[in-house]
């Protein structure tokens, strides 16, 4: 495969990823079902303008092709021996180890993306850079790539470093790839959804940290904000001008007053809409 190839088939599988997920669930939700928005929506009374939709669209596509361009190039490299720590024949490790790495690489990314993601709820940064993404108080899963380009470079730069030290099959780094950015998409898409598996967080963990800011930085494991005192809790206060991913106490109530998470398991019987999209069902929220 030439070069030129390795580009058309990223751009094809990277935008490909993005329009075809995040249309999706436009046709089958904000579409067909935007009537009922109640049943479904984490934001049911709230959806963005056409011109931020359009504006949205434009910037996620133009990060998504400038990545996959990256990519191509990238994996051209890979294939014509250019040094790096990813292996293509399984029998060079054991099947074990091909695995430990692939969970590996990505318990190291989403831990990274968790403190870049941090780092960017700083006051200054914030301000200068992060806030491109925030303008989108109440995302769909177009959101998911609309930043600021250097944040979207910065995101990319901590999935590829890894990579030249890390003794990775490419078959896991694929993986790990393709369910980071569906996550990503399915993390943004205003739909009240609840993965199967135990480590992702319903879609409400990173819908709240659109309404509320500075909390919830964490990518894909909710762990990350458990153990390092991100996570919402109830009776704080969170908004714009509140840094620092604590919240501030309610007026009289002390700064040390120990506040419960708040719970985002919580099911709702009524809408079961397991069949929107692999690897999660829905539950109706009549609270937001
Ligand atoms: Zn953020
Ligand atoms: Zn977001």
């Known amino acids: 495969m030439t070069t030129l190839m390795y ?13 075809g997920i ?10 067909a079902r935007r009537e009922r928005a109640a049943e479904w929506k ?33 994996c051209s490299y890979l294939a014509s021996g250019g040094r790096s720590a990813v292996y293509f024949d399984l029998r060079e490790h054991s099947l074990l180890s091909a695995a430990f790495g692939t969970v ?13 993601h941090r780092i960017y709820h700083r006051p200054l ?11 989108y108080t109440a995302p769909n899963a177009f959101t998911a ?10 995101y990319q730069s901590i999935m590829l470093l890894p990579v030249f030290v890390l003794p990775l099959h490419v078959g896991g780094l694929v993986f790990v790839l393709v369910y980071q950015n569906y996550v990503a998409l399915v993390d943004h898409s205003g739909i009240d959804l609840h993965s199967w598996w135990p480590w992702q967080p319903p879609t409400r963990f990173h819908d ?6 500075h909390v919830n930085y964490g990518q894909n494991l909710g762990v990350w904000d458990r153990l390092f005192g991100t996570h919402r809790r109830e009776g704080r206060v969170y908004g714009v001008e509140v840094f620092g991913g604590k919240g501030a106490p309610r007026d009289g109530a002390s700064a040390a007053e120990p506040a419960p998470y708040v719970d985002y398991s919580r099911k709702k019987a009524g809408a079961t809409l397991a069949d929107a999209a692999p690897g999660v069902d829905a539950a109706a929220d009549q609270s937001s």
């Open 7 to 19: 580009v058309g088939v990223a751009i094809a599988g990277g935008l490909g990823m993005y329009w």
């Open 22 to 31: 995040a249309g999706a669930f436009q046709l089958i939700y904000y579409r």
């Open 42 to 74: 984490c934001q049911p009374r709230r959806f963005l303008s056409p011109k931020m939709s359009r504006q949205q669209l434009i910037l996620g596509s133009c990060n998504m092709l400038a990545a996959s361009i990256a990519s191509g190039f990238f």
């Open 104 to 116: 590996l690489y990505f318990l190291l990314t989403d831990a990274a993306l968790y403190w870049a």
């Open 125 to 135: 940064l914030f301000r200068y850079i992060h806030r491109y993404h925030h303008r």
């Open 145 to 154: 790539m609309a930043m600021h380009p250097l944040e979207f470079a910065t």
């Open 208 to 213: 709240d940290h659109h309404v509320h800011f």
